[in-house]
């Protein structure tokens, strides 16, 4: 952990809807802070030529936007903001039936693999960006929204995992830890929404070979949905000790039920304080 003093740059870490957004948006427009969100940076820097693509692959299919395409009459262009990554998660996509909008688990592993690499090298690029919001912006205050799968890509007992290691050298990480009441409404949510995520490849693998162990179906009659849905409650359960580890080792806690009562950046900041002060 960084040797913190009050308004340095700020990692936050958590669950996709624990409230790193909330957070980090809330530093940006009520206090000035620089806001480097990772997915938006791995959906537009990393990944975006095949965010493209995909999505000209699947236009092709219709005659006339074929024409047009081929044409250069029409462009395709992802509306990737901070708030909306939907373009980002409908590449990663969902493995099982095509007829239900699936793709193949080959295909799955490939682009999961491809967002592990665009997620590594967005991190890696924390440092120069809040070199950036100073020298460039004049943003004096910096906050990371890392996004929910920074713990699938390092080693959280690792003293020299590269990627925590550069980060924790540039800013202090403040884990947003979600209580038992947190996870299950985060698992309703998902049950409503089901939306493509980002696995650890080992773990994806294991969930994939038990799931179709359980059904007994075969890979291309998978219900893709039902499938994500199954994994996620696993996820939450992998992820937690995870998050656990790298703030004992690299961070700070603050649990997200008191973090969602700080409703202005000073509360936050307060609670910041609070947490490092507690780690000692």
């Given at each position: 952990?960084?040797?913190?003093?009050?308004?340095?740059?700020?990692?936050?870490?958590?669950?996709?809807?624990?409230?790193?957004?909330?957070?980090?948006?809330?530093?940006?427009?009520?206090?000035?802070?620089?806001?480097?969100?990772?997915?938006?940076?791995?959906?537009?820097?990393?990944?975006?030529?095949?965010?493209?693509?995909n999505f000209?692959?699947?236009?092709?299919?219709?005659?006339?936007?074929?024409?047009?395409?081929?044409?250069?009459?029409?462009?395709?262009?992802?509306?990737?903001?901070?708030?909306?990554?939907?373009?980002?998660?409908?590449?990663?996509?969902?493995?099982?039936?095509?007829?239900?909008?699936?793709?193949?688990?080959?295909?799955?592993?490939?682009?999961?693999?491809?967002?592990?690499?665009?997620?590594?090298?967005?991190?890696?690029?924390?440092?120069?960006?809040?070199?950036?919001?100073?020298?460039?912006?004049?943003?004096?205050?910096?906050?990371?929204?890392?996004?929910?799968?920074?713990?699938?890509?390092?080693n959280p007992?690792?003293?020299?995992?590269?990627?925590?290691?550069?980060?924790?050298?540039?800013?202090?990480?403040?884990?947003?830890?979600?209580?038992?009441?947190?996870?299950?409404?985060?698992?309703?949510?998902?049950?409503?929404?089901?939306?493509?995520?980002?696995?650890?490849?080992?773990?994806?693998?294991?969930?994939?070979?038990?799931?179709?162990?359980?059904?007994?179906?075969?890979?291309?009659?998978?219900d893709p949905?039902?499938?994500?849905?199954?994994?996620?409650?696993?996820?939450?359960?992998?992820?937690?000790?995870?998050?656990?580890?790298?703030?004992?080792?690299?961070?700070?806690?603050?649990?997200?039920?008191?973090?969602?009562?700080?409703?202005?950046?000073?509360?936050?900041?307060?609670?910041?304080?609070?947490?490092?002060?507690?780690?000692?």
């Amino acid at each position: 952990m960084i040797e913190y003093r009050q308004g340095a740059p700020i990692a936050i870490l958590g669950m996709s809807g624990v409230g790193k957004t909330r957070i980090a948006s809330m530093l940006r427009d009520q206090a000035n802070w620089f806001h480097y969100s990772v997915d938006y940076r791995i959906g537009t820097r990393y990944m975006g030529e095949a965010i493209v693509d995909n999505f000209k692959r699947e236009a092709s299919k219709v005659p006339l936007l074929r024409e047009l395409l081929l044409s250069d009459s029409i462009y395709i262009s992802p509306n990737i903001t901070f708030d909306n990554l939907e373009p980002l998660s409908t590449y990663l996509g969902k493995p099982g039936d095509p007829a239900k909008g699936g793709i193949a688990f080959a295909e799955y592993l490939r682009r999961q693999r491809q967002h592990r690499d665009a997620e590594i090298r967005a991190l890696g690029d924390t440092a120069s960006f809040v070199e950036k919001a100073r020298a460039i912006y004049g943003y004096e205050h910096f906050i990371c929204d890392t996004g929910g799968s920074i713990c699938e890509i390092v080693n959280p007992d690792d003293a020299d995992d590269p990627v925590l290691k550069a980060l924790s050298q540039t800013c202090l990480l403040v884990y947003l830890a979600g209580d038992d009441a947190h996870n299950e409404a985060l698992k309703s949510r998902f049950d409503k929404t089901p939306k493509p995520m980002y696995y650890n490849e080992g773990f994806l693998k294991q969930v994939w070979a038990d799931y179709l162990n359980k059904t007994g179906l075969p890979e291309n009659k998978v219900d893709p949905d039902d499938f994500i849905r199954w994994g996620f409650a696993k996820l939450i359960k992998w992820r937690a000790p995870r998050y656990q580890t790298i703030a004992k080792n690299w961070g700070v806690t603050i649990p997200a039920d008191k973090a969602e009562l700080a409703n202005t950046p000073d509360a936050f900041l307060a609670q910041v304080d609070e947490a490092v002060k507690a780690q000692g």
